[in-house]
């Protein structure tokens, strides 16, 4: 079986658009799709509105991809079977769109001073109906021939430790946690191993999540190896917590992972996937 709880559209930094993505899965055999654009279930509800998954053999679950503050460092927090409409997520998410307009202007204001002017505005541009993110401040400099490409861009005003590297607005990890469970969601820690975190603080990270109330780890993210994935799998085990699996697809590319992920074999750990496949 093929399923997918971590995917982008253009409603964030993906390059699908929504419609484009559900007949990507469609055609890849995956059953359960979550869209999780970063802060935003534009994406999510757009594809909801013209996808009904009684016509058709894939089941749509509601989603989302928090970025939020944990100890100093930026984690993403997947919540998967959200209710957009419920108060605590129209709040959190308008509140992450205030988070990232200031963190725009603070971008802007930071490029300003390396003597390019106008970021802000010529960044609001490039994203359009997307939400604003450094993707598009690298587009606008390298529309601006200011360095060759994005990669550049990243390398050297954009990316971590870098002058537009801002971070400070993002909300709690505690807070979106309870965003989540209020809405009726399920709160999963995204790509565990991306952050680079000791095998201690991983834990602490883990131990936080579940005083908070989140209830689940996503063990495969993209293209992990089996090492990675069993030691993810102990941890879920040792949290008693449910699991996940997704791409993390953004775009076509050929180093990087496809819309739909096999089912992984995990002894003795419960699926997230599972809430949703009796029901369908
Ligand atoms: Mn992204
Ligand atoms: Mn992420
Ligand atoms: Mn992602």
Known sequence: MRIDFHTHTTASDGALAPAELVARA????VQLLAITDHDTMLGSAAAARLYTHGAARMRLIPGVEFS??????????????????????????AQLVQAREARGQKISSRLEACGFGGALAGALCEAG????G????????VAQGHVRDET??????LGQGRTGDVRAFWPQLAEVVRWIVAAGG???????????FTRLKLR??????????????EVLSGRQNADQVGRLAALAREFDLEVSVGSDFHRDSPYG?????????LEGLRGVWERWMTAA
């Open 134 to 141: 450094r993707p598009h401040f690298a587009r606008w400099l």
């Open 129 to 132: 109906e997307s939400q604003l």
């Open 26 to 29: 469609l055609a890849g055999d």
């Open 152 to 157: 550049e861009a990243f390398d050297k005003y």
């Open 68 to 93: 939020c503050v944990w100890s100093g460092t930026t984690v993403h927090i997947l919540g998967l079977g959200v209710d957009a409409a419920h108060p605590a997520m129209v709040g959190g998410l």
């Open 186 to 196: 399920v709160a999963v820690i995204a790509h565990p191993l991306q952050y680079r």
């Open 257 to 265: 992972p496809q819309v739909g992920v096999e089912l992984p074999r």
């Open 204 to 217: 602490r990270l883990v131990v936080d999540f579940v005083a908070a109330g989140g209830g689940c780890l």
